[in-house]
């Protein structure tokens, strides 16, 4: 695919991606905390797994998410996540950090880092009581829930930027430092191509997957 190819996709899925955007901004505009930690639990699970595995987990762990126990959490997980203790482990311990952290006001806790959207990302990456989440997933769950200007660097998205020669290798960020290096090259390269950051980011994960979900 050339760019000029991408930018005829874009055309094509333009609505689409908008209406999905719109979406994330209601939930940033009237989302209450309990929608925002479930945001924040689907993206625990989509790490190492898919969007598809996280959904069909976040139905299965809904009816526990404010008082659940581990063992339940494992439970209900079984069969629907491909690591069901340790996701299990995560969500409790993250539970715990986020209580006492800002009691699970999360839109109050996210809102306090204004302007500063690094310091945002970085509290859920670097708090070493939120687990499972790193700075793709930090990325993904911001996105998800309202915020704009993050890149979610999974593997379809790296891929496609090798493809287009924005990067040499397809590797995944190990670092913060790495991960804002290929985050600002994915930036300039949508500046290039006239397309708003975020759109492109679904428009090159819709690309390798079909879907444009969240």
Not at 102 to 122: P, Y
Not at 184 to 201: G, H, P, Q, S, V
């Amino acid at each position: 695919m050339t760019r000029k190819e991408l930018q005829q996709t874009l055309l094509q899925k333009q609505a689409a991606i908008q209406a999905r955007l719109a979406e994330f901004d209601q939930i940033r505009r009237a989302g209450d905390d309990a929608q925002l930690f479930e945001e924040l639990v689907y993206c625990i699970f989509t790490a190492g797994a898919s969007a598809r595995m996280g959904l069909s987990s976040v139905e299965r762990v809904r009816p526990l998410l404010f008082d659940g126990t581990l063992e339940q959490f494992a439970v209900a997980l079984t069969g629907a996540h491909r690591y069901p203790n340790s996701r299990a482990s995560y969500i409790i311990a993250t539970r715990a950090y986020l209580t006492d952290e800002c009691k699970l006001r999360l839109r109050e806790k996210l809102d306090s880092f204004g302007e500063d959207w690094q310091a945002r990302r970085d509290f859920l990456a670097q708090s070493k009581g939120i687990k499972g989440i790193g700075y793709k997933e930090a990325s993904h769950y911001l996105r998800n829930i309202g915020y704009r200007g993050y890149a979610i660097l999974d593997k379809h998205i790296l891929k496609t930027l090798q493809e287009f020669g924005v990067i040499p290798e397809a590797i995944p960020p190990t670092t913060k430092k790495k991960y804002l290096a290929i985050e600002e090259l994915m930036r300039k390269f949508a500046e290039e191509l006239t397309i708003d950051f975020d759109e492109l980011d679904l428009l090159l994960w819709s690309n390798k997957t079909g879907e444009i979900l969240k």
